[in-house]
């Protein structure tokens, strides 16, 4: 009987990673589901024990920003399954807020996660897949590494980065039969926004009050009216499944739009839409 291919999903206790998670399972993985804190495993487990065999299914603890962990977390699944064939770079979060009011460490932190940490376990897998010849690697990007929303300057430099650093690894590795596919959805109902802008300042004296009041209430409305994150799931599993993956799927509720108008519009139309709508 043949073995089933393996794959390392982080942040896996919430959002896409834990719902990609199961599902990649149901389309044949054996899935490591990596988490920080593996004491929030319980939503994962839940629908797990509800949609899937428990022994195609591990919950390991992975702190992407511990160099330590990683190099161990790889060396541990290498030695108990012999390989890893997918990679889902799911660990991330969003950090709202404007840039003025938003700390250095604010700054540093949103990288460290969403890009250095990102870049560090996909470090750590390559040279196994490149001695396989073949691999997957799935970055889970947003519409926010497209174009860059005010209030949200941190989030999207990350993504923006995530952006470049996956255009170019996608190229570095096609010789070695590694795909590299970037998933860009908008908003679905996860709890990246609200985690997002819980610390951020509501002062009424802050000279970025009106905005923030704008960015609240449009937070607001995404809780109350995204859709529920299925298709994005049903894409990361075809991204995962397909002979000849993308490089990009766009995928949610005005994404294609707003790309296709910052490619074709002028800037300055494109500003004055956006400044009339935070004023």
């Known amino acids: 009987m043949q073995k089933r291919p393996v794959a390392l999903v982080t942040g896996a206790s919430s959002g896409f990673g834990k719902h990609s998670s199961y599902a990649l399972v149901k389309a044949g993985f054996t899935v490591i589901a990596s988490m920080r804190d593996v004491k929030k495993r319980g939503p994962l487990d839940k629908i797990a024990k509800m949609n899937i065999p428990a022994e195609h299914m ?58 250095f940490g990102l870049i560090d376990v996909t470090r750590a897998v390559l040279p196994h897949m ?62 990246i926004w609200q985690k997002g802008l819980e610390h951020t300042s509501r002062s009424s004296s802050s000279p970025y009050a009106v905005q923030m009041q704008k960015l609240l209430a449009s937070v607001e409305q995404i809780i109350e009216h995204a859709p529920e994150p299925d298709e994005v799931i049903a894409t990361i599993v075809h991204a995962a499944t397909t002979p000849k993956p993308r490089l990009r799927y766009p995928i949610g509720r005005g994404v294609k739009l707003t790309i296709a108008m910052k490619n074709l519009l002028p800037w300055k139309w494109i500003e004055a839409i956006v400044v009339k709508k935070m004023n």
Do not use: M
Not at 79 to 107: K, M, P, Q
């Open 58 to 115: 591990e919950v390991i603890s992975l702190d992407v920003t511990s160099q330590q962990q990683i190099e161990e977390s790889i060396r541990s699944i290498i030695e108990r399954h012999g390989r890893i064939d997918l990679l889902v770079n799911n660990a991330g979060y969003a950090c709202g807020g404007f840039t003025e009011e938003l700390s250095a460490e604010d700054w540093r932190k949103q990288f460290d996660v969403n890009v």
């Open 130 to 191: 490149r001695e396989q010849r073949c691999g997957r690697i799935i970055n889970i990007s947003s519409i926010s590494g497209r174009f860059g929303f005010p209030g949200l300057a941190p989030y999207a430099a990350s993504k923006h980065a995530v952006e470049g650093f996956s255009e170019s690894l996608r190229l570095e590795l096609r010789p070695f039969g590694i795909y590299v596919s970037l998933i860009e959805p908008g908003s679905y109902r996860t709890s």
